[in-house]
């Protein structure tokens, strides 16, 4: 029992301290942050108001450490 806690611990810590949220990646500036959020294994929540042949892509390529949300913020 004191092992699966500690791990869930361990695992939520290191969630916190890897993983942001990015919007506007369906192009441009938040794209490429995304993208290199991912090469340097983090964990990224992006949002856009489009779902391009770009989010499918790093769908494809991140399925454990890419959420998508498709989603107009303005």
Same mark, same amino acid.
């Given at each position: 029992?004191f *092992? *699966?806690?500690l791990?869930? %611990?361990?695992q !939520?810590?290191? /969630?916190m301290y890897?993983s ?8 441009g500036?938040g794209y490429?942050?995304t993208k290199?959020?991912l090469?340097k @294994?983090y964990t990224v *929540?992006g949002?856009?108001k489009?779902h @391009?042949? %770009?989010?499918?892509?790093l %769908?494809? @390529? !991140?399925?454990?450490s /890419?959420f998508? /949300? %498709? /989603?107009?913020?303005?």
């Amino acid at each position: 029992m004191f *092992i *699966i806690e500690l791990r869930y %611990k361990i695992q !939520y810590i290191i /969630f916190m301290y890897s993983s942001g949220i990015v919007t506007g990646i369906g192009q441009g500036i938040g794209y490429e942050t995304t993208k290199r959020l991912l090469e340097k @294994n983090y964990t990224v *929540i992006g949002i856009s108001k489009t779902h @391009n042949e %770009k989010i499918r892509s790093l %769908k494809k @390529n !991140y399925p454990l450490s /890419f959420f998508f /949300f %498709k /989603f107009e913020l303005s």
